[in-house]
Structure formats: C-alpha cells, structure tokens
C-alpha cells in the first residue's frame, strides 16, 4: 500500500512544484519569446484551468474510478508540459500552460481521494501529514530548482523535468494500487460543470485585473463581479437538482465539512497573501538578493511542515482533532500580528525568525481542514469533497492575492508621494515598476523613503490578514469532535451501480 501512496504523492508534488519552479524562469522565458504585456497569462493560464478542473476530476473519479481518472490527469498535464518547453511564442506557451492546468487540476483530487479510501483517518494521519508537507517543501525547492534549471541548462527544462518524475509517479500507481471503493456510472453534470467554470473564470479574472489593470469601479470589473454571482448562484441551483452534481451539496449538510470548507478558503488566503508580500519587504526594504529573500522564509515553510507531521502523528496516535483547528487559528492570529511590527529597521534575522509562528499556525490548519473534509464524506463523494477543499484553497489564494494586493499597492504609492512628492513617485514607479535592482541604485534618501512606503505597504497586507486570521480561529471553534473512522472505505465491498 505504502508503495502506491509514494507514487500518489509524487503526482501530487507534481502540481505543487509546477506552480512555483517557472517563476524565476519567467524573466528569461520573456526575453527569448518576447510578449512581455502577456507574461502574466503564463502563470494565470496555468491557475485558471486548474482550478476550474478541480471539482470535475474529483466527480470524474467518483463516477469512473479513481485510479484509472488519477492516471490520466498525469498524462495529460505531461503532454502539456512538454508541449510547453517545445513553445516557439508566448501565445503557445500559455496555451500548452492552459493544457497543463487541465491535467494538474486531477493531481491533487485524484491522489487525495485514493489515499482517502485506502487509509482510514484514525490510521492514516501519517500518511496525510507526509501530504500535506510536500507544500512547504514546494515552496523552498521550487524557486531555487527553477533559477538552477534555467542558469545551467534552459528555462525550458523547467517543464521537461516533470516528464521523468510523472512517468515514475504512473508506473508506480499502475502496479501498486489496485480499483477499490464504489464506483458509480452516471452522467457529468455538465451544465453544473460550465457554470462553475464561468464563475471561477470570472472571479480569477476579477482578482488579478481589479485594482490593476481596470479600477475596482470601472465597468469590466463590475461586469465581472455581476458575472461570477449570476454563474454561481445559477451553479448551486443547478446542483441541487443534479442526479450527480460536481459539488454534492449533501456535503455540506454536515457542520465540520462546511466548517472546513470556510477555515481552507481563509488559510488560502492568508498562507498566499504572506508568502507572496513578504519577499517584497525582504528585497525592498531590507536590500536582500531574491535567493536571499526566498531562504529567510524557510522559518515560515519549516514551521509549516514539522506542524503538519507533528498533527498527523498525534491525530493518529489518540483520534483527537477539535484542538489542532482551535490551535492553528490562534497561532495564525498571533503570527501575522506579530509581523505587522516589521519595518526598515528590524533585522533581517529577527524578521525571518518572527515568521515561524504564522508557519506553525497554517500548517495546523492545513492539516486539520484536509482531515475533517476526509472524515466527514460518505466513501462515494470522497473526490468531490477533496476537490472542493482543494479548490476553495486555490480561490481563496488567488482572492487573497488580489484584494490585500490592492491594500499593498495603494499604502505603498501613498508613502511613496507623500516622502518623495507625487510626481517624483510616479516616476519611480513608472514604466514595469520597481524592482530591487532599480532600488539599489537610488540615493540613500530615496531608498530609505521606498522602504518605509514599502513596509507600510505589508502592513497593510498583515493587517488584513489579521482580520481573516481571526475569521478562520472563529470558525475552529463551532468544529465538533466526531470520531475518526477506524475502518478503510475500500474494505467495503466493490459494487458497479448504474444511475443513467
């Protein structure tokens, strides 16, 4: 069984690693291609396929069975991979980034659904904490891999390289696991299946243009707005009438699997908005190098990963889990309030260090919601629920991102016009704006007014993060302690069932 686990967390390690390693490849990927106004679309084409594709692999492994679905998902997101080293221009890289998403959406789902139903909770927490460390361990390796990649061979090995590590992940699950659980044979909820793509398309596109691209009240972004609430609410009404929806709204009859729906779409957001302004204070306001900025957050992703294996054993060894949310959400709390006293004059040691409290706090979270969403779904919805978790994670991130960017970016400018004057701002931040070579070079009057005007900025950003911080410790505490099942879904017997 153990063998067939490890060839699920390497599809798994896949989607985390792809997100992150092409990111310091980008620079030198836009320099060869060209399509700088389009650089963006390389990562938000990725993001938006797969987390529109989330839901639908899970029902798909619900419906057809998991292991053959898992399978699949990894051809597919191989097939994009190299299409995508093998692009000649920018317009078919993010279209072959596109077909990667499609692939990487069934990554996740497929291989937590299996692990769900050949691992009971009771017994399982070891595996899930191995799971849930591999983000952290993405986090610190894909960046530096990208940058090695790219410096000693080419930007486009880093596609190529998933090609050898998804074909172990195939063979592995091909001959180590075997079908298991119920499969049913029915229709895809297609109606169901466009409609939340459309709100997850608009909602995606509202987050990365609002503030940005088009102003909060211009009437692209409005019209997005009035979009994804006109296609989710049309969505849900759709599931609830659905012989076999994506989303089984019977899920979220049951309080802990709504609670950790609501408390993984918070830490998304909050795990996404820190990990991502951080490195900005790092490189901005303490003059750090981006390798530099990227290893003083390894407290943070540390403090994520001995949480998640600590959790998993203590959950395993007495089934007890009310306290971990309970925990986490107050940990959360304290961390990101304490990170709110970073300025120009804080060590880069003491602020690297201050990071391993919200590291511990969101590794707590992480693990718990995944247990309570695994626990708290019947053996036939184990995929829709792990897609669900999954995808209100990766929304919640994105929404994360968008709304305490604006918050960043508004503080920042401010600072900037209000130590430099408004014109000379809008110089400096003109053009692709700062970076921190461009910073390096400015008088020491200067540099010192960008850093403050930049720390402001995070504050901002911490700040709101606070605010959903408390939300998420707020809702730990309505979770019931309901016992972990002690028995394996699929040592229930194999049925073949037809709804059609």
Do not use: C, H
């Amino acid at each position: 069984m153990y063998a067939g686990v490890f060839g699920l967390m390497l599809g798994m390690f896949l989607a985390m690693l792809d997100g992150l390693i092409v990111g310091t490849a980008l620079p030198t990927i836009t320099g060869e291609l060209g399509g700088l106004s389009l650089l963006s679309w390389v990562v938000t084409a990725y993001l938006l396929a797969a987390a529109a594709t989330t839901p639908i692999w899970g029902k798909l492994g619900d419906l057809y069975g998991r292991k053959g679905t898992f399978m699949s998902s990894i051809a597919i997101f191989l097939a994009g991979s190299m299409l995508a080293g093998l692009s000649q221009d920018i317009g078919q890289l993010i279209a072959f980034r596109a077909v990667q998403g499609l692939g990487a959406g069934g990554l996740m789902v497929g291989a937590l659904s299996i692990i769900g139903m050949l691992v009971p909770p009771r017994d399982g927490g070891k595996v899930q904490s191995m799971v849930g460390a591999m983000m952290p361990v993405a986090f610190v390796g894909g960046p530096l891999l990208g940058g090695l990649l790219t410096d000693q061979l080419s930007w486009r090995w880093t596609f190529y390289v998933n090609v050898p590590v998804g074909a172990v992940a195939l063979l592995i699950v091909g001959l180590a696991i075997k079908p298991v659980g119920e499969r049913i044979k029915a229709r895809i909820d297609y109606p169901g299946a466009a409609l939340l793509t459309t709100g997850i398309l608009a909602l995606t596109l509202l987050a990365s243009w609002g503030g940005g691209t088009y102003a909060w009240t211009s009437p692209q972004i409005l019209a997005l707005g009035a979009l994804s609430i006109v296609s989710l609410a049309a969505f849900v009404r759709v599931e609830r009438r659905a012989v076999e929806p994506i989303i089984p709204p019977r899920l979220f009859g049951d309080r802990n699997f709504t609670l950790a729906q609501v408390v993984s779409f918070l830490v998304g957001a909050v795990m996404m908005a820190v990990t991502a302004y951080l490195p900005q204070y790092m490189q901005f306001a303490q003059g750090l190098s981006p390798t530099a900025s990227g290893m003083l957050l390894l407290p943070l992703m540390f403090g994520m990963l001995a949480a998640q294996l600590l959790t998993g054993r203590l959950i395993s060894a007495n089934g007890r889990y009310r306290v971990y949310p309970i925990l986490g959400g107050a940990l959360l709390v304290a961390g990101v309030l304490l990170l709110t006293w970073l300025d120009t004059s804080t060590s880069a040691a003491l602020a690297s260090a201050l990071t391993v409290v919200a590291g511990v706090g969101i590794g707590l979270l992480m693990q718990s919601t995944l247990l309570l969403t695994l626990n708290s779904a019947e053996p036939r919805d184990l995929g829709a629920a792990s897609g669900t978790v999954t995808l209100l994670r990766t929304i919640g991130g994105s929404l994360g991102i968008a709304l305490l960017g604006a918050v960043y970016t508004g503080r920042m400018e401010s600072g900037m016009a209000a130590g430099l004057g408004a014109e000379e701002a809008a110089r400096l931040a003109g053009g692709g704006g700062l970076t921190p070579e461009s910073v390096s070079t400015l008088p020491a009057a200067v540099r010192a007014v960008v850093g403050e005007a930049v720390s402001g900025g995070l504050r901002g950003v911490l700040i709101g993060a606070a605010v959903l911080a408390v939300l998420a410790f707020a809702a730990a505490w309505f979770v019931r302690e309901v016992p972990l099942r002690t028995e394996a879904p699929a040592a229930q017997p194999l049925a073949e069932k037809s709804t059609t």
